[in-house]
T-cell receptor, first 110, second 113 residues
Framework: EDKVVQSPLSLVVHEGDTVTLNCSYE??????LLWYKQEKKAPTFLFML????IEKKSGRLSSILDKKELFSILNITATQTGDSAVYLC??????????FGKGTTLSVSS | KAGVTQTPRYLIKTRGQQVTLSCSPISGHRSVSWYQQTPGQGLQFLFE???????NKGNFPGRFSGRQFSNSRSEMNVSTLELGDSALYLC????????????FGPGTRLLVL
């Protein structure tokens, strides 16, 4: 059965800390891995990764994919209170749909 | 471009009733996917419509159905509501399909009493 597992389930850090969120997956026909941020409303798109070893960056956020070991990480440096959210990892299985993990809840305290 | 819109935003129903939710995708997007989000199960895929045809379906009972119109707007219907159907229902659109980057609407929060 296809599955996406995120860890940790929740995390509390102080402003300025760096955090690493993990996503491992087992899918039949991998197509892509996506990261979303959800703050009490619709998930907003962060990154889409399809190739191993190529880092995607957007400001303080970055992500990388390892297709051999079947995982991805999302890094957030110099965290701010506005980074508090649920971070969702989803894997596209060719011919079907996105399979989402349960998410990591990040709380950043000031 | 306007984002994905969903109506209504909140809904309260009682067991046994039926409900219809509506979704308007981003202009030019032909794929519309529906998801159910609950605290225990997370985001689960319901189905995807592309050019008025259901292309993929998740593991949900037949009480959950949908359709897509020629302008790509989509509706989702749930018949014979159960307490466990209480959830946030999210619609997402994309250019090419359900495995591509999905852009989500704000969701419809359904409460079944």
């Amino acid at each position: 059965e296809d599955k996406v597992v995120q860890s940790p389930l929740s995390l509390v850090v102080h402003e300025g800390d760096t955090v690493t969120l993990n996503c491992s997956y087992e899918v039949t026909n991998f197509r892509s891995l996506l990261w979303y941020k959800q703050e009490k409303k619709a998930p907003t798109f962060l990154f889409m990764l399809t190739s191993s070893g190529i880092e995607k960056k957007s400001g303080r956020l970055s992500s990388i994919l390892d297709k051999k070991e079947l995982f991805s990480i999302l890094n957030i440096t110099a965290t701010q209170t506005g980074d508090s959210a649920v971070y969702l990892c989803a894997v596209g299985d060719a011919g079907t749909a996105l399979i989402f993990g349960k998410g990591t809840t990040l709380s950043v305290s000031s | 471009k306007a984002g994905v819109t969903q109506t209504p935003r909140y809904l309260i129903k009682t067991r046994g009733q039926q409900v219809t939710l509506s979704c308007s995708p981003i202009s030019g997007h032909r794929s519309v996917s529906w998801y159910q989000q609950t605290p225990g199960q997370g985001l689960q895929f319901l189905f995807e419509y592309f050019s008025e045809t259901q292309r993929n379906k998740g593991n949900f009972p037949g009480r959950f159905s949908g359709r897509q119109f020629s302008n790509s707007r989509s509706e989702m219907n749930v018949s014979t509501l159960e307490l466990g159907d209480s959830a946030l229902y999210l619609c997402a659109s994309s250019l090419a399909g359900a495995t591509e980057t999905q852009y989500f609407g704000p969701g419809t929060r359904l409460l079944v009493l």
